[in-house]
């Protein structure tokens, strides 16, 4: 049973070293969440968050540092935005395709990586603090240089302590680093959640209390289902005779994922519809009449709940097919088959196993890139139905939460499985 696991895991010495200080960075992150920076109207600004869907969005993703502008206010936003970044560049630059092959490689991509989230962290810190400034609300007060420095640097060193936080994490093989501190940000905001949803209970909305945890209980196994489906192509590995001895002959299969990209084409989507609206907003009070009537029509725009839920369902949509389009090469794969003597029966190797992987995946990311869809627009479908702003299911949240403990899991069970076999 589970308690006869979490027994063994105590037991090893090692392990359970490194759950504790997992433990313990997670608890330094969130003391650091809830260190304000001077100067900011925190009431204030939690009502801007809380009136912005994607602002929302972009606080969860930071691990819920922005709707205290905290010195971890950007949380761990630039460095998966950079990582994003080199992620692409080395699809489309010959060279750093090639370093990613290379023995080493990969640590000076990531060198690279860390690198490119300083200048990203001040630049988003900054932008920031531009959106803060063009709010009705009064957030924060007219600033001088060097206030606006200090806040800058201060921000930007709160990314970089998580990013070497979540890196820490990483090397102790319990889940990864930067997931982990964005899976906390979100469980942090549950006894909030929970507070809500007491103090706003009301035994005529019992009948849509039941609905909503009925819904949450389905969304969290359609998020399981889907998480861990895949389609297994069957490969065959043809027998070959060298001296007395015969080899392979073996039957395999080839598993496709129908989730392949995660939440990486959320991230992605949440960028695109972000950006007209930063840009907006700094032009909202511009001298030129059309330019800030152009500024003010794209920020009504975003603000429209059925545009916003259409555009950001095909966002994800098509950076689903996109962001599986870059990590996922079909034709590498039948060379890979080919040159191992593997095949797929019924199916000629080479070009033809290419085009049959391809056209499966296709397929199955169908249905991937429809549910992360559902997913995203999941709490703008809530409020429709149940016509208040409490009853909101996070999709996105849930996934990430999913997607980190089953990751999670299978780390620890796999750590554990690895001290079988040393004790034999």
Do not use: C
């Not at 063994?8 to 010495?13: D, E, L, P, T, V």
């Not at 990203?120 to 709010?135: D, K, V």
């Amino acid at each position: 049973m589970w308690w006869n696991k979490l027994l063994q895991i105590w037991k090893i010495k090692d392990l359970r070293k490194n759950i504790i200080f997992v433990l313990l960075m997670l608890v330094v992150f969130r003391i650091g969440a809830h260190i304000p920076v001077p100067g900011i109207n925190t009431d204030n600004l939690r009502e801007f968050f809380d009136q912005s869907q994607l602002m929302g969005l972009l606080n969860l993703f930071s691990g819920g540092t922005m709707e205290n502008f905290s010195i971890m206010a950007l949380g761990i936003a630039p460095y998966i935005t950079a990582s994003i970044i080199f992620q692409l560049l080395t699809m489309i630059i010959p060279r750093l395709e090639q370093l990613s092959k290379e023995e080493g490689g990969r640590q000076k991509i990531n060198q690279y990586t860390r690198f490119a989230t300083v200048p990203l962290a001040a630049l988003q810190s900054y932008a920031m603090i531009g959106i803060l400034r063009q709010s009705q609300l009064d957030i924060i007060g007219q600033l001088s240089f060097f206030e606006l420095f200090t806040i800058i640097i201060t921000v930007t060193g709160g990314t970089i302590f998580l990013m070497w936080i979540g890196e820490l994490i990483s090397e102790k093989h319990i889940g990864n680093g930067i997931s982990l501190l964005i899976f906390a940000g979100i469980i942090s905001g549950l006894p909030k959640f929970v507070q809500q949803v007491f103090i706003t209970f009301d035994r005529d909305q019992l009948f849509t209390f039941l609905v909503y945890a009925g819904i949450a209980l389905v969304t969290v196994i359609g998020v399981v289902t889907i998480n861990e489906a895949q389609r297994n192509i069957p490969v065959s590995y043809a027998r070959r005779v060298r001296g007395m001895r015969m080899y392979g002959g073996m039957d395999t299969h080839l598993p496709l994922r129908v989730n392949m990209a995660g939440v990486i084409p959320i991230i992605f989507a949440i960028s695109i519809i972000l950006f007209p609206t930063m840009i907006a907003q700094f032009f909202i009070n511009a001298r030129t009449e059309w330019v800030a009537a152009l500024a003010q029509w794209t920020i009504d725009l975003f603000q429209n709940q059925a545009f916003y839920g259409i555009f950001y369902f095909t966002l994800v949509v098509v950076f689903t097919y996109f962001y599986t389009s870059v990590i996922f090469h079909p034709d590498q794969i039948s060379e890979n088959l080919q040159k191992q003597g593997g095949f797929i029966p019924g199916i000629r190797p080479g070009r033809f196993t290419a085009e049959y992987l391809g056209k499966v995946t296709n397929r199955i990311l169908l249905a991937g890139s429809l549910f992360l869809g559902l997913i995203a627009v999941l709490p703008l479908l809530m409020q429709v139905f149940t016509g208040t702003q409490v009853l909101v299911i996070g999709g996105t949240s849930i996934l990430i939460v999913v997607s980190v403990v089953i990751e999670t899991v299978k780390q620890v069970q796999s750590q554990l499985t690895m001290r079988e076999y040393e004790g034999f």
